[in-house]
Structures are given as C-alpha cells and as structure tokens.
C-alpha cells in the first residue's frame, strides 16, 4: 500500500511516517521534497518559488514512486503537503495509477498549536536558514489549514496531529491499513 500523509508544514508528516515504518518493518519512506531540491537545482525557479508549481517535480515524484514500487512491495509512506488541488488531483491519480492500494492521510490540527510547532522546530542547522524556512511556513499556515476542506479523494482520513499522539495516530492509520487491504 502507499500512504500520502499530507498536511500542514509542522503537522507530524514525518513524525508520523516514521512511527509507521517503526511499526512495519521493512516498510519504506519516501520524501518528494529529496526531488524538489533537485529540481530547485536544476530547472529556473518559478515565480512563486515553490518547486511544486513545476510540471517536472510533479512528473519526477509521480515517475520515482512508479520506480520504487516497481521494485520493492512493501508499503510506502510518503509525508508531504500538497495542497494546491489540482496538483494534489494530478499526483494522487497518478500514484492511485502506480499502486490501487492507496490511502490519503490529511494531519490537521488547531492553529496556534501549529503556529507553536514551527516556531520552535529547528529545520536546518544554519539559523539564516532556519529562519528563512521557518517564515515561509508561518506564511503558509492559513492556506495548508484551509486546504483540509478542499481535499479529493473523499476517502480521505482526516486525523487531528494535536489531539494525538504519534504513536495514537500511527495505529489509527495502521487500522486503516488493514481494513483496506
């Protein structure tokens, strides 16, 4: 199965993919964001500054996923916000094309709590980086809550990050696993 665990920036995206791989041994993680630096690299930056607004990373995470489950059948946690919805719709398709088995995780949780979250995260170890990562998260609190009411597919599990603890929230989605599979 391939678990898309979306979300704000600061939700417990990653927390949770690796409580799920903890719990499933031998389970993958897969993070489109290792392609956005990529990309970001490679390709000039679109005028938004958001490598998600380029066709190519958008392609090349669809495309590794393909690569990946191609080769390993194990389940595939994949922690990353997407919340432009007809990037989510092309991207899910696409993965829901890879593999049938497919669950989307939407990690919501109360606003100062996540506003709380990503003041005291550390991202990266230069702190003008930090900074500068920590600023466009805080930018984007509004718009990647507001995503949680426009998000296909309607299987969409919608679970509170705030009101549960990683290990709660990974046997709610390991639930869902097995009463999917």
Avoid at 70 to 91: A, G, K, W
Wanted: charged share 25%; with cysteine; aromatic share 6%.
């Amino acid at each position: 199965m391939i678990v898309w665990i979306n979300g704000p920036f600061g939700a417990g995206k990653t927390t949770l993919a690796e409580r799920l791989r903890d719990r499933r041994p031998g389970s993958l993680i897969f993070d489109p964001e290792e392609i956005g630096f990529v990309v970001k690299a490679t390709v000039p930056t679109p005028a938004s500054g958001d490598y998600q607004d380029l066709p190519v990373w958008r392609g090349l995470t669809i495309a590794a996923i393909r690569e990946i489950r191609r080769h390993y059948s194990q389940d595939i946690f994949v922690p990353m916000t997407l919340v432009q919805p007809e990037y989510l719709d092309e991207i899910l398709d696409g993965v829901m094309r890879v593999d049938d088995q497919f669950l989307h995780i939407f990690l919501t949780l109360n606003e100062d709590l996540l506003r709380h979250r990503i003041a005291n995260q550390a991202m990266h170890p230069d702190p003008n980086r930090n900074a500068e990562i920590r600023g466009w998260r805080l930018a984007n609190v509004a718009r990647c809550l507001a995503a949680r009411e426009k998000l296909p597919p309607p299987e969409t599990q919608i679970l509170d990050s705030g009101a549960h603890t990683p290990d709660e929230l990974s046997e709610m989605v390991l639930d869902a696993i097995d009463g999917t599979t």
